[in-house]
């Protein structure tokens, strides 16, 4: 959803709450509020029917935004603990994507794990980085351990794989 307002003009109005500017023109005013109102729509028609009834209320994308994000984004401990779950079943698939898309899922997960309220220490970041790695990478790794401890981080795992 985040990435198709983008693409529609409209995600600035679900980050900043910026009003059309005063000696904006008329064809200025009429594209701000055509842009605003598309926020709103894009959201609107982008979910499930059965969830409409929780945005029906109000016509502002911001407001419909937060209230779905409250809706289905949870920080309880549950939530952490499937989002931890989720960070230690992360595991490199050559067939599907290089080791750089790899590292970045790792980050981030790492990230969602932070944002729901939890941080994760940099050893456990750099070690989940080579340990489900395949075989052919096994080299690599027993040198990856013989690292200093404090080179042994996230960063420098990733820049040697």
């Known amino acids: 959803m985040k990435v198709v307002l983008m ?3 409209c995600w600035s109005f679900i ?9 904006a023109t008329g064809k200025e005013k009429f594209e701000y509020d055509w842009r605003k109102q598309r926020c709103y729509t894009t959201i609107y028609q982008g979910i499930e029917r059965k969830f409409l009834p929780l945005i029906r209320h109000t016509t502002d994308g911001k407001k419909a935004w937060n209230i779905l994000k409250t809706n289905f984004e949870p920080t309880s401990k549950a939530r952490l603990a499937v989002l931890i779950d989720e960070f230690f079943e992360l595991k490199f698939n050559p067939v599907e994507e290089t080791i750089g898309i790899f590292c970045k899922r790792v980050y981030e997960k790492k990230t969602q794990v ?7 220490p ?14 052919e990478y096994d080299h690599l790794v027993q040198t990856l351990y013989r690292l200093k401890d404090e080179e042994f981080n996230h960063r420098e795992v990733e820049n040697n794989l």
């Open 7 to 9: 693409d529609r003009g």
């Open 15 to 23: 980050i900043e709450d910026k009003p059309c500017h005063e000696q």
């Open 114 to 120: 932070k944002e729901a309220g939890f941080e994760i």
């Open 122 to 135: 940099e050893l456990l970041i750099a070690l989940q980085l080579i340990r489900r790695l395949p075989a």
